[in-house]
C-alpha cells in the first residue's frame, strides 16, 4: 500500500496549530469543569470512552486488523496504564496550579525520554542535547518563579507542591510511554494502539472510581457551567486526538512536530482570558526559554 500523499508544509502546519490549541482549550475546560465539582476520574472517564468508540469506528471502517504481534499485549496494558497515570497526573496538576505552568513541567518529557533512552542502551546524548536540557531546566526555574519562592519568607503551599510534583511525574510517565511505543510497539498501528489504550486507561478509571481510590473522582458537576466545560474537555479531547491519528501519515510529523510545542502558549492566551490566571513577567520569560529549547530538541536537522 503507497503510503498517503504529504499535505503542503503550510497546512501541515496550521493542522497541528490547530491541534494544539484544540489540546490547550481541553485544558482550561477540565480546570473550570473541577472549579465546579467535576471529579477527576469522571473527566478522565467521559474523555477517554467517548474518543475510544470514535476510534473505535475508525478501525472498524477502515478494517485494521486487531491482532497483536506475540508478546505485545503485555507491553500494550503497560502504556494504557501508564496513559492512565499521566492523564490523572496532568489533571492534578491542573486542578491546582495555572494551566500553562502544568503544561510547561509536563512538556518537558523530550529530556526526560533522551536519558531514559540512553540508560536503556540507547545512544548517549550528544553535547548539543546536553545544551538544551540545561537551557530547558534554566528556564523551568524562572517559569516556577523558584528564586522568588526561595527568598520569600512562607513556604510553598502544599497544592503548589502537589501541583508541581504532579505534572513533573506525568512528564516521567509519559517519556515511559513514548520509549514503549518507540521500541515495544512500533509494529503496531497507530490507530489501533490508540484506541486499545484508551480502553484501558477507560478501564482503569472505571475501576479506581468504583474503588474511590481518588476521593470525589467520580462527583458530577455541581451546576450548569460545571457540565459545559465536562462536554467542552470531551469535545475538544476527541475531535483533536482523533484527527491527530487520521492526519499523521500526511503531517510529517518528523519536520512539523515541534509546530505543538505551541500548546502551552494557546494554554496561557486561553488561560488568561478564560480564568484569568497571569504568570509574571519573569515566569512569562521563563517560559519562552523553556518551549524554545523543546522546539530545538525536537527538531530533527535531517527532516
Not at 18 to 41: E, K, M, P, V
Not at 69 to 75: F, I, L
Request: hydrophobic residues 60%; charged residues 10%; proline residues 5%.
Amino acid at each position: 500500500m503507497t503510503a498517503p500523499a504529504l499535505f503542503p508544509r503550510h497546512i501541515a502546519v496550521m493542522i497541528l496549530a490547530l491541534l494544539a490549541c484544540s489540546f490547550a482549550g481541553n485544558h482550561i475546560a477540565a480546570r473550570i469543569a473541577f472549579d465546579n465539582q467535576t471529579g477527576l476520574l469522571l473527566a478522565i472517564l467521559c474523555r477517554s470512552g467517548v474518543t475510544m468508540l470514535v476510534l473505535l469506528g475508525i478501525v472498524l471502517w477502515q478494517r485494521q486488523a486487531l491482532q497483536m504481534p506475540p508478546g505485545a499485549w503485555r507491553w500494550q496494558l503497560l502504556l494504557g496504564l501508564l496513559i492512565a497515570t499521566q492523564s490523572i497526573c496532568l489533571y492534578t496538576a491542573v486542578a491546582r496550579i495555572p494551566v500553562a505552568l502544568a503544561l510547561l513541567i509536563g512538556n518537558t518529557f523530550p529530556i526526560l525520554l533522551a536519558l531514559l533512552t540512553w540508560a536503556l542502551g540507547g545512544s548517549a546524548p550528544t553535547r548539543r542535547t546536553v545544551m538544551l536540557m540545561g537551557l530547558i531546566l534554566t528556564g523551568l526555574v524562572f517559569a516556577l518563579d523558584l528564586p522568588a519562592r526561595l527568598s520569600a519568607s512562607e513556604q510553598a503551599g502544599p497544592e503548589w507542591i502537589l501541583g508541581v510534583s504532579a505534572s513533573f511525574l506525568a512528564a516521567c510517565v509519559f517519556a515511559c510511554a513514548l520509549w514503549i511505543t518507540d521500541h515495544k510497539l512500533s509494529s503496531l498501528r497507530g490507530s489501533v494502539r490508540s484506541m486499545l489504550t484508551l480502553m484501558i486507561v477507560f478501564s482503569s478509571m472505571v475501576v479506581a472510581g468504583s474503588a474511590d481510590l481518588i476521593p470525589g473522582g467520580m462527583n458530577l458537576p455541581a451546576n450548569a457551567t460545571g457540565w459545559t466545560a465536562l462536554g467542552a474537555l470531551i469535545l475538544l479531547y476527541g475531535i483533536a486526538f482523533c484527527m491527530l491519528f487520521v492526519t499523521v501519515p500526511r503531517l510529517n510529523m518528523a519536520k512539523n512536530a515541534p509546530v505543538m510545542n505551541m500548546e502551552p502558549i494557546a494554554t496561557l492566551l486561553f488561560g488568561w482570558l478564560l480564568l484569568d490566571q497571569v504568570l509574571s513577567g519573569m515566569q512569562m520569560i521563563g517560559g519562552a526559554i523553556v518551549l524554545t529549547g523543546i522546539v530545538l530538541l525536537t527538531y530533527r536537522k535531517d527532516a
